[in-house]
């Protein structure tokens, strides 16, 4: 099949379609790979808006000689939404509930809806969609139908063709049909069709007819089975029903293109409780399976040492002991009354004498903390830097669980046989574990390897009486797999399937069954790395903790985390443009191929790379600790951006925005020329004609008198030096612009009992690493640490309100060899004096019933202080509602730069209507950006130290 669209014929398509299609080298490269170890690149990706676009263009690749790829989240670990026709991606604008039937319990909607969304959208209703991947923030309904995915509680509540009632497709011949359940004299008339829905139908019900004995004793007798095509429960044995539904399902998109989805939705529980139970071997966790099922969990998750082992060390979860070999993760689904004694009864089966600690949860915030070890522990291991990683490829088996102990001895051979290391964790109650041996994909021996124990394993599956995919679905990986287990008579009988749905091989072809001159995916082509050769980076950061610039790179592994619409802070950009380039996946895809050379001569350090690819990051720092393999975007940027300005010199708006300190403190010694000039219409027209900077953004104020003057000339309260010294840091928007917010910081301080001095130091370092200007950072960082060194030797605390201020000295490291514990002894006031609360050192008055809405900085939830300004006003009594927001969009320069002023509001948008939600008395920030952000929107905000300043101000003067 040919995979070359003529390019003359790109824009007669364009011009039919409402959505997109887009044929050009950087969408192709981003629509190449997806969570799997796969890359190919496809001829185009469409947008469709519609049930029409998509017939348009399968009927356009079908006229072509060309396919169609449909793609959701592009989570996929099988490699099944890549390919080399177009890619069809309906999560941009195909993304409609169209219809929710409270009483029939029924909701109906377009492909692109992700699981979380609909969930979030169900729940006043009190029904939620029950299949449960760990994708559920990012994946479509459209991929969950097409992969049959599932999740931890299926044990209890199935996986999504359970929940499918009724399907609208496109299929090859461009037709638009309706599948459910047909029986009796419909079924009839839908067989007596000459269109192809007729033929699909009458050749189902006759293959059901034809290999009932087959069908009963071929299918492996397990609760989780994504292999082949389903003709167990799509279709009954004397072919008296029809439910081409339930066949679509699974099928993983090459069978018909999904328009329209209508699905079963069940009630939300009362509660829940976990537990987690810790056992000091493997095969114990694992037999404790079975008991463990007799008392009907919602949940049986299996995590072995690995996986406890990275979740306890990487992300602090202390809770993980350091002699567990392995645990079993529980849930059960009860009642406020039942709840203890229900998790109790779970948990008297799965104690046994391997038992060595036992961890509860009964409310939100406790259950969540333990299953945050489970969710994150695919991608977690990918923590790991370097070329050998923990990769999937024999992750889906299902088992019968009375099996596996066996299997994972039998397992354990086979990986010990080819010295192998691996992960074990996975839904243990239904015999689905996802084993991940960590390999090196860039070397043919790993690659032989790779093929030597898929295919060992995969034999040891179908012996134990297994499936050799519970959820993941074939693809490239396992559809090789497929006439050993079901047999030569059934595995025709799916060929024959395929070719009375799809005969000219239009919709994902060589998955599942090979295409119709034979050719079918295998478990070791078109792997992302093979022929991988990429260039070396001479950096000016140090990432040697990342072993270089490539590895950091590498680390994205497309699980599509980056693209999660709602809750915490990654990927602003995305979040604003629904655009796979302004995700984290997207610009490390971009910077994977411009490094290995995949695009043009020198494309990283050229304009349209930087302007196209990197530009959108603002460097909110999200993706260092949400991205569950620690890609940090923020930091390659920078790099790259240097690496432009070493080869191509620096632009003026970079320098301007570079020396930001220089500039504020020129502002504020000329304060009534400069606020008077930033206001002046012809100068804000010209700087954004010269710098691109945006008109439309108010400029901050310049202070008459800068902090540094205020603070020498103050009188000290008598109550400072009662408890130490502290060193606090004058950032530039403290210093020269919002002075008020370095004098409360001053009066709190000196209230509490603490001297204050204010070092004379250099910028921080951010605005100019933001920009690229790594040199110039380096000197601020050399100059800072010179500076502050004698407040290390004394040991008095170094702190400062500007979190991301804070955070570059945290990056100092990568700036300078010696840094005299600087980055470590760092920290924000807020954290500081919540240290010394614990410490009983000093306390708050009470403030009464004042409600705040409170929005962190994206630094400060990137490096973990984000709970301390709200630890810190609810000691003072506030009532603090902390707003589950993204970045403010202003970030920095960001906001200014005409190019970004449209976006930056977009992002902004959300963060306001949370405040408007909230409806508290005060709306607290901790940001410079963010304060700018909503000034430009009429918002008025406060400082949490201003805010704390004034309440002991009003309790002292009360006193």
């Known amino acids: ?31 190449s790979t997806d969570a799997s170890i796969y890359q190919q690149r496809p001829a185009g990706v469409a947008f469709p808006r519609n049930r029409e676009d998509i017939q348009r263009v399968v009927d356009f690749a079908h006229r072509q000689g060309s396919s169609v790829i449909a793609r959701g989240a592009g989570s996929s670990l099988t490699g099944n939404a890549i390919g080399e026709g177009i890619v069809l991606d309906c999560s941009q604008y195909m993304d409609q509930i169209v219809d929710v039937d409270p009483d029939a319990k029924t909701v109906t909607v377009q492909p692109g809806v992700v699981l979380d969304e609909l969930n ?12 449960d991947p760990s994708t559920s923030s990012t994946c479509t309904i459209g991929g969950m139908i097409a992969n049959n995915a599932a999740g931890p509680h299926s044990v209890k509540h199935g996986t999504t063709r359970e929940y499918v009632q009724r399907l609208e497709c496109v299929l090859a011949d461009g037709s638009l049909v309706k599948f459910y359940r047909r029986d009796d004299g419909e079924l009839e ?41 389903d003709l167990e429960t799509s279709v009954a044995p004397d072919g008296s029903w029809v439910d081409l539904s339930q066949l679509v399902s699974g099928s993983e998109g090459t069978l018909a293109i999904i328009t329209e989805a209508t699905l079963q939705l069940i009630d939300r529980p009362e509660t829940r409780a976990v537990s ?19 008392t009907d969990p919602s949940a049986v998750e299996l995590i072995d040492d690995a996986v406890l082992g990275y979740a306890r060390d990487a992300w602090g979860f202390d809770i993980v002991p350091e002699s567990a070999e392995a645990a079993l993760l529980l849930e059960i689904e009860t009642t406020h009354t039942n709840q203890c004694d229900d998790l109790e009864t779970v948990v008297s089966a799965a104690r046994t004498s391997e ?14 903390d333990l299953w945050k070890v489970r969710k994150a522990s695919n991608p977690l291991l990918n923590r790991q830097p370097g070329d050998e990683q923990a990769l999937s490829f024999i992750e889906d088996a299902a088992v019968p669980p009375a099996r596996l102990p066996t299997y994972l001895e039998r397992v354990g051979n086979v990986l010990r046989e080819h010295d192998l290391q691996a992960s074990v964790f996975g839904h243990a109650g239904q015999g689905v574990l996802h084993i991940k041996p960590f390999l090196n994909l860039k070397t043919e021996h790993d690659r032989e390897r790779l093929r030597f124990v898929s295919e060992s394993v995969h034999e040891i599956v179908l012996e134990v009486g297994g499936s050799v995919s519970g959820e993941h679905g074939d693809g490239r990986l396992r559809s090789e797999h497929l006439p050993e287990m079901y047999g030569d008579k059934l595995y025709n009988a799916f060929r024959e399937i395929k070719h009375a749905f799809d005969p000219d091989d239009v919709f994902n072809p060589t998955k599942v069954v090979p295409a119709s ?33 490539r590895s950091l790179v590498e680390q994205c592994n497309g699980c599509s985390k980056c693209r999660t619409s709602d809750g915490g802070v990654m990927c602003p950009t995305f979040r604003g443009t629904d655009d796979e380039l302004a995700s984290t996946r997207g610009r490390a895809n971009m910077l994977r191929a411009a490094i290995n050379g995949d695009l043009n001569e020198k494309t990283l350090t050229s304009d349209h790379f930087q302007e196209e690819v990197l530009d959108l990051c603002i460097s909110c720092k999200a993706c260092e600790t949400e991205c569950p393999t620690g890609v940090d975007m923020a930091k390659l940027k920078t790099e790259a951006k240097h690496q432009q300005h070493r080869t191509n010199g620096v632009p003026l708006r970079a320098r301007l925005f570079g020396n930001v300190r220089t500039l504020n403190r020129l502002g504020s010694k000329f304060s009534p020329i400069a606020n008077r000039l930033k206001e002046f219409g012809p100068g804000r027209r010209i700087a954004e004609a010269v710098l691109g900077i945006d008109r439309r953004r108010t400029l901050p104020d310049f202070a008459a008198e800068p902090f540094p003057d205020w603070f020498a000339a103050h009188e000290p309260h008598p109550n400072a030096g009662e408890n130490g010294t502290v060193a606090l840091f004058p950032d530039c928007y403290m210093g020269y612009n919002h002075t008020a917010v370095g004098k409360a910081s001053v009066h709190l301080l000196e209230s509490l009992g603490y001297a204050v001095e204010v070092p004379d130091v250099a910028c921080c370092g951010r605005a100019p690493l933001s920009q690229g200007l790594i040199e110039k950072a380096r000197g601020y960082a050399r100059q800072n640490v010179e500076t502050l060194a004698e407040y290390v030797e004394r040991d008095v605390s170094i702190i400062g309100v500007e979190p991301s201020c804070v955070s570059a000295f945290k990056e100092y490291d990568d700036l300078l060899e010696d840094t005299i514990n600087i980055p470590e002894t760092t920290e924000t006031v807020p954290a500081f004096l919540v240290d010394r609360i614990r410490a009983g050192e000093i306390d708050f008055p009470d403030s009464g019933e004042a409600t705040v ?54 992002i902004g948008d959300d963060l306001e209507s949370k405040i408007d939600a909230a409806e ?29 300043a004034a309440l002991l101000e009003r309790s002292n003067s009360n006193d």
């Not at 003072?876 to 920095?892: E, F, K, R, S």
């Not at 008395?921 to 130290?945: F, K, M, Y």
């Open 1 to 31: 099949m040919s995979t070359d669209i003529p390019q003359t014929t790109s824009p007669s398509l364009s011009e039919q379609l409402d959505g997109e299609i887009d044929f050009g080298e950087t969408t192709r490269t981003l629509y």
């Open 120 to 131: 979030d959208f169900l729940e006043e209703d009190g029904l939620y969609l029950a299949p």
């Open 189 to 229: 008339t839908v067989c007596e069709h000459d269109e192809r829905v007729g033929e699909v139908h009458r050749v189902v019900r006759q293959l059901a007819r034809e290999h009932a004995d087959e069908i009963e004793t071929q299918y492996p007798d397990v609760d989780r089975n994504s292999s082949g095509y």
């Open 276 to 294: 987690l139970v810790f056992y000091d071997d493997l095969i114990a966790a694992a037999d404790a399976v079975t008991t463990v099922l007799e």
């Open 355 to 368: 038992t060595i600690d036992i961890e509860r949860a009964f409310d939100e915030e406790e259950m969540a």
């Open 517 to 549: 001159d034979g050719t079918l995916a295998k478990v070791d082509e078109n792997l992302r790395y093979e022929g991988y050769d990429p260039e070396t980076v001479d950096t000016a950061l140090d990432f040697s903790a990342e072993e270089g610039f």
């Open 853 to 906: 809405a409170f929005h962190g900085h994206c630094h400060s939830k990137a490096k973990g202080w984000n709970s301390t300004p709200i630890e810190l006003l609810r000691e003072a009594g506030y009532d603090v509602q902390p707003l589950d927001t993204t970045c403010c969009g202003m970030a920095g320069a960001f906001g200014y730069e005409t190019e970004h002023y449209e976006l930056s509001m977009t």
């Open 920 to 948: 508290a008395d005060l709306i607290v920030i901790t940001g410079a950006s963010c304060n700018q952000q909503l000034a430009d929107r009429d918002i008025e905000t406060h400082h949490p130290l201003e805010v704390l």
